[in-house]
């Protein structure tokens, strides 16, 4: 079992509509990173966190330390959304554990 | 300013030949991280450097991968010995100082062993 599970895999929705992605881990952290890579290109960070709750325009991040699980919420999703997010999480170590990330296509 | 650089963007090579990837960090960024992805995976850590020193390099698949950086700055990913499994995209990142950062992340360089 990977320390790090994302879900759903793969999630195709229509323009507009509220996105999920959820991630669990296994270990404990020091924080929780948010991660989007576009087709063929780097890895952004979006988020890190290692309490409560972040917003960055549409997207927000919320983590459950007690439960083990954060949530990436996009809201008025768009075409341009189109990417994989990825969860990662940092232990006190420095190194990044990542899950296995989430393809999200919106279509117009 | 310039973020993290990977060069080449792409390399094909033989099986059994040796290579290198070249990372340019963010200036002034003392941590550095090497990353390898494989399609449809999350990238998983390989080794850690902060300044010059490898402070974690227990991703490292076997010994024929090792890393250098030896001003602090630029590093080198060397493998020997290519086989076709180390196919994938290396990917580097950087970070101020190191502890719980955020990281920035090259583009990546994309290895075929063919």
């Known amino acids: 079992k990977n320390e790090v599970e994302q879900s759903p895999q793969n999630l195709t929705a229509q323009e507009g509509e509220f996105i999920t992605i959820n991630c669990s881990y296994s270990?404990?952290?020091?924080?929780l990173h948010w991660l989007q890579q576009h087709p063929g290109g780097g890895i952004v960070s979006l988020f890190m966190?290692?309490?409560g709750k972040k917003k960055h325009g549409r997207l927000i991040a919320t983590i459950n330390i007690q439960e083990k699980h954060s949530s990436l919420h996009i809201t008025a999703s768009h075409p341009r959304d189109s990417a994989v997010y990825i969860c990662?999480?940092?232990?006190?170590?420095?190194?990044?554990?990542f899950g296995q990330g989430t393809r999200l296509t919106i279509n117009p | 300013g310039a973020g993290v650089s990977q060069t080449p963007s792409n390399k094909v090579t033989e099986k059994g030949k040796y290579v290198e990837l070249r990372c340019d960090p963010i200036?002034?960024?003392?941590?550095l991280y090497w990353y390898r992805q494989s399609l449809g995976q999350g990238p998983e850590f390989l080794i850690y450097?902060?300044?010059?020193?490898?402070?974690?390099d227990s991703g490292l698949p076997n010994d024929r991968f090792f890393a250098v950086r030896p001003e602090g700055s630029v590093s080198t990913l060397k493998i020997q010995r290519t086989e076709r499994g180390d196919s994938a995209v290396y990917l580097c990142?950087?970070?101020?100082?190191?502890?719980?950062?955020?990281?920035?992340f090259g583009p990546g360089t994309r290895l075929l062993v063919l």
């Open positions: 990142a950087s970070s101020p100082g190191g502890r719980g950062e955020t990281q920035y």
């Open positions: 270990v404990g952290i020091s924080a």
């Open positions: 966190l290692s309490s």
């Open positions: 990662a999480v940092s232990q006190g170590a420095q190194k990044l554990v």
């Open positions: 200036s002034g960024h003392t941590a």
């Open positions: 450097f902060q300044g010059t020193g490898a402070a974690d």
